[in-house]
């Protein structure tokens, strides 16, 4: 699989996504730099968490906007698969692939813990290696997770089975215990919980990996 992981300044979660997507792929990703205008050929691009530009403005208002985004755009529109993660995610709602928005917590506090997921969604490109209903878990680290769309948007993400997971303890606030979703097409998620810092039992977890291991074979 060839895959890109894009950098933006103050990403702090992209050498995890390389490590987990060289774990399950054999191949190390490229690491593409926010600044750039061109993207290698990848079967595959990751957005990773962090605190992109700084938060300044909004989470992932800033990156959402860098030159390289074009091409991402560009790419998930032509079908690749695209997944934003944390920050990621952010970036997505910011760049118009994913409705609706990420504000800060309800409890108005950074969150930093294992939480629970269950996964809503099964028959994706993302989560073909899990069961629906399964409960993973998986760590969160964010101020800005509380995701929020009006009533239209969440009715056409039940609607369209376009919830791929669900908080089983909702940290952060988020309508209708969202914790990831996905575009009409299928092809791009966003999720605040970062499964890349659960592939391995020496990271304490491997409930992430499930979901690396079918993004490969959606892709081989």
């Known amino acids: 699989m060839k895959s890109a992981v894009i950098v933006f300044p103050a990403s702090n979660c992209d050498r995890d996504a390389a490590v987990a997507l060289e774990a399950v792929s054999g191949a190390a990703p490229h690491m593409v730099w926010h600044g750039e205008t061109d ?10 968490g962090g605190f992109s530009y ?6 992932g208002a800033m990156a959402a906007r860098s030159p390289i985004m074009r091409e991402v755009i560009k790419a998930a529109h032509n079908g690749t698969p695209v997944l934003g993660i944390c920050n990621g995610f952010q970036v997505l709602t ?14 108005l506090t950074f969150v930093c813990k294992t939480v ?14 899990y069961n ?4 993973i878990a998986v760590p969160v680290a964010h ?12 009715k056409d993400l039940e ?18 215990d969202i914790a990831g979703i996905l575009n009409a097409n299928g092809n791009v998620l966003g999720m605040m919980p970062h499964p890349e810092r659960v592939i391995a039992p020496i990271l304490g977890g491997t409930d992430g990996a499930a979901m690396f291991e079918s993004i490969l074979e959606a892709v081989a």
């Open 132 to 135: 629906k209903g399964d409960q």
């Open 116 to 129: 629970h997921l269950r996964v809503e969604n099964n028959e994706t490109l993302f989560t073909r290696h």
């Open 143 to 154: 101020h800005d997770g509380n995701y929020f769309a009006d009533a239209d948007t969440l």
């Open 94 to 107: 910011e760049s118009g692939l994913l409705p609706g928005v990420l504000m800060r917590n309800a409890g």
């Open 159 to 176: 609607d369209q089975n376009r919830i791929a997971f669900r908080y089983v303890d909702n940290p952060n606030g988020s309508q209708n």
């Open 54 to 59: 700084g938060d300044y403005l909004r989470s």
């Open 39 to 48: 993207l290698p050929p990848v079967d595959f691009i990751l957005l990773p």
